[in-house]
């Protein structure tokens, strides 16, 4: 699968934002990625795509804090679509470069989000929240993965999040890769006497994760957006 950087060109972003403002009945991709993991989903998400169908590709927050998020971490998840345009028929909230939830009005929304203890980060949290009427497919990355049971614990807690107005058309989720410092952590902790006796486990679901989203991970996404869309 061909990758394409996050950013669209402000010129493709521009012929995509008066499609959207015609209809509001293509596609937006609005995801939340904290160490990169998502955003290289929501790629594979827009490449699956038909062409020209794409009304929105950015983040939950558009660009917060010149692209770092509150802890400091690089925020891979800027808005693609001009600064202070609202061409693409938002709901309401602010262009890219604000930091209030810009909500797109595309018929189907298909929603990334990074895992953070056991379910949806709360910038998508607080979208979904917000959505009525919509078709939504919710996409996701975890640090912890190579259990289906686990991945679906957390799209089942994150669908509480989800009106009852909309319709999940999709779900996907897969591992994502978590920066070194979390395994100098884990190592750490096993040199302690009392150190918890799954920390090898730990370790080791953390060098298993450098391979994730990997290329398989990709090719599974898109199939599934292919079948969402052609229900």
């Given at each position: 699968?061909?990758?394409?950087?996050?950013?669209?060109?402000?010129a493709?972003?521009?012929?995509?934002?008066?499609?959207?403002?015609?209809?509001?009945?293509?596609?937006?991709?609005?995801?939340?990625?904290?160490?990169?993991?998502t955003?290289?989903?929501?790629?594979?998400?827009?490449?699956?795509?038909?062409?020209?169908t794409?009304?929105?590709?950015?983040?939950?927050?558009?660009?917060?804090?010149?692209?770092?998020?509150?802890?400091?971490?690089?925020?891979?998840?800027?808005?693609?679509?001009?600064?202070?345009?609202?061409?693409?028929g938002?709901?309401?909230?602010?262009?890219?470069?604000?930091?209030?939830?810009?909500?797109?009005?595309?018929?189907?929304?298909?929603?990334?989000?990074?895992?953070?203890?056991?379910?949806?980060?709360?910038?998508?949290?607080?979208?979904?929240?917000?959505?009525?009427?919509?078709?939504?497919?919710?996409?996701?990355?975890?640090?912890?993965?190579?259990?289906?049971?686990?991945?679906?614990?957390?799209?089942?807690?994150?669908?509480?999040?989800?009106?009852?107005?909309?319709?999940v058309?999709?779900?996907?989720?897969?591992?994502?890769?978590?920066?070194?410092?979390?395994?100098?952590?884990?190592?750490?902790?096993?040199?302690?006497?009392?150190?918890?006796?799954?920390?090898?486990?730990?370790?080791?679901?953390?060098?298993?994760?450098?391979?994730?989203?990997?290329?398989?991970?990709?090719?599974?996404?898109?199939?599934?957006?292919?079948?969402?869309?052609?229900?």
């Open positions: 699968m061909r990758r394409r950087f996050c950013f669209e060109r402000q493709d972003a521009e012929v995509t934002e008066d499609r959207a403002g015609m209809s509001g009945k293509g596609f937006s991709i609005v995801f939340s990625s904290r160490t990169g993991n955003a290289e989903l929501a790629e594979a998400v827009r490449e699956a795509l038909p062409e020209g794409c009304e929105y590709f950015g983040s939950v927050n558009g660009a917060v804090g010149g692209g770092f998020d509150s802890d400091g971490n690089r925020d891979y998840s800027e808005c693609s679509i001009a600064s202070g345009s609202n061409k693409s938002f709901d309401g909230g602010a262009g890219c470069g604000r930091t209030s939830s810009a909500i797109p009005a595309s018929e189907t929304l298909f929603v990334g989000f990074w895992t953070n203890q056991g379910v949806a980060d709360q910038a998508a949290q607080k979208l979904l929240g917000q959505l009525r009427n919509r078709k939504i497919f919710l996409f996701g990355t975890a640090g912890f993965g190579g259990s289906e049971a686990y991945f679906q614990a957390i799209l089942g807690k994150t669908k509480a999040f989800i009106d009852d107005s909309n319709t058309i999709g779900t996907y989720m897969c591992q994502g890769k978590m920066p070194l410092s979390v395994r100098e952590r884990y190592v750490k902790m096993k040199e302690q006497p009392d150190h918890m006796p799954n920390i090898d486990a730990m370790i080791e679901n953390f060098d298993k994760a450098l391979a994730h989203p990997d290329a398989d991970d990709l090719v599974k996404l898109a199939n599934l957006v292919s079948e969402a869309i052609e229900q």
